[in-house]
Each structure stands twice: as structure tokens, then as C-alpha cells.
């Protein structure tokens, strides 16, 4: 059984660019959630996909979206990029709302805004 | 507006002896919560959770308590063991399967 697994580990980038942060999620798993940790905190919920479907978003501004792909696996895609999103930005996929609460996260993605 | 506040930072405790991590929330509607345990450069791991019919669940050195009217839980480690050693950080949600909300970590130490 294969983990959630997140690319890339490290990303810089500069103020205004654009960054797409990826997720494979556990095998079996139909739901993908994002969440966003900036240092000191707790993981903030950004969105949830459901078969493909947003099934929920958090308190952030539409320059954050995302997709679900037919096997799954998700992105995050944050564009004109603030020195705020500066975090590390984790990935969690489940059964959905259905099949269990547990949310299994990946190793998440640094991303450092400059 | 933090619906779900872990108020020590920090926890240091002796190998061998019990860790207890605390956790209050604001939102009644919640109904499920967890508790999960992160390493550096490692994504939180899941640990343990308790639905808002019980009021405790245990699992091996792990049990979490909940008082609903009180509206907090509680989350035990007996024995610790330096291994657990780590940021514990409790979260709640409001129905299955959705989002969760979480706290903002406690970091254990486990002195050997």
C-alpha cells in the first residue's frame, strides 16, 4: 500500500509568480484535502476534493484552486504569489464522507516566497 | 477566531512516566475529533480519535478522553518513551468526512 506522496519537497519562488504543488494520494483513497501550515501553527484547511468535485474550501482567497484527476491525485495551484504563503503546504487524502474521518497526510511541500 | 486551542506550547515529562496533552474547543457543533503526531520534515501522522457519543477511547499507551460540556479533550500517553518525542496536535471536525480544524501543536519532550 503506497502513502500519500507530495512533489517537489522544496519550492522557491518570488513575489507575483505562479506555483502548482502535487499530490498522489493513498491507494484507494477518493478524497484529497489541502492544507496550508505556516510555521508555529496548525495545519489550515484550503480545500477538499471529492471525486473529482470541490467538496468544501477553507478561508482562502480564489488565487488558490485546485483539481482532482480521474486516479485521484490532486493539485494546488496558488497564483500572483504574497510573501504570506510562505508555509509548508500538506496534502491528506481519506475515504471521504463515507468511508472514515481519518485524513493520512504526505510529507508536504516547502514553499518559501521571496 | 481559533476554534480549537492547544494552550501549552510546550511539554516535558520523564520516560516512563504519563504525557498529557490537552485540547479545549469553541465550536459545539463539532463532533469527532483526533489527535495526530508530527516528526520534523514528516507529515502529521494519525493517532488516535473519539467521536462525540464516547467519552473515551483507548488504544494501546494512547487514550482520549472527552468532556463535552466542558467542551474538552484530553489525549494520554502511558508509558512515554522518549520515541514520542514529537508535535501533537489535536483537531476537530463537524460531521464525517470533513474538513478538520486544528490546533496549534503542543511539542513533547520525553527526557530519558
Known amino acids: 500500500e503506497t502513502g500519500v506522496t507530495q512533489s517537489p519537497t522544496h519550492l522557491i519562488k518570488t513575489r507575483g509568480q505562479q506555483v502548482t504543488l502535487r499530490c498522489s494520494s493513498q491507494?484507494?483513497?477518493?478524497?484529497v484535502s489541502w492544507y496550508q501550515q505556516a510555521l508555529g501553527q496548525g495545519p489550515q484547511f484550503i480545500f477538499q476534493y471529492y471525486r473529482e468535485e470541490e467538496n468544501g474550501r477553507g478561508n482562502f482567497p480564489p488565487r488558490f484552486s485546485g483539481l482532482q484527476f480521474p486516479n485521484y491525485s490532486s493539485e494546488l495551484n496558488v497564483n500572483a504569489l504574497e510573501l504570506d504563503d510562505s508555509a509548508l503546504y500538506l496534502c491528506a487524502s481519506s475515504w471521504g464522507p463515507s468511508g472514515g474521518n481519518e485524513q493520512f497526510f504526505g510529507p508536504g511541500t516547502r514553499l518559501t516566497v521571496l | 477566531d481559533q476554534q480549537v486551542k492547544q494552550n501549552s506550547p510546550s511539554l516535558s515529562v520523564q520516560e516512563g512516566r504519563i504525557s498529557i496533552l490537552n485540547c479545549d474547543y469553541t465550536n459545539s457543533m463539532f463532533d469527532y475529533f483526533l489527535w495526530y503526531k508530527k516528526y520534523p520534515a514528516e507529515g502529521p501522522t494519525f493517532l488516535i480519535s473519539i467521536s462525540s457519543i464516547k467519552d473515551k477511547n483507548e488504544d494501546g499507551r494512547f487514550t482520549v478522553f472527552l468532556n463535552k460540556s466542558a467542551k474538552h479533550l484530553s489525549l494520554h500517553i502511558v508509558p512515554s518513551q522518549p520515541g514520542d518525542s514529537a508535535v501533537y496536535f489535536c483537531?476537530?471536525?463537524?460531521?464525517?468526512?470533513?474538513?478538520?480544524?486544528f490546533g496549534a501543536g503542543t511539542i513533547l519532550r520525553v527526557k530519558s
Open positions: 491507494s484507494g483513497h477518493n478524497t
Open positions: 483537531a476537530a471536525s463537524e460531521g464525517y468526512g470533513n474538513k478538520l480544524v
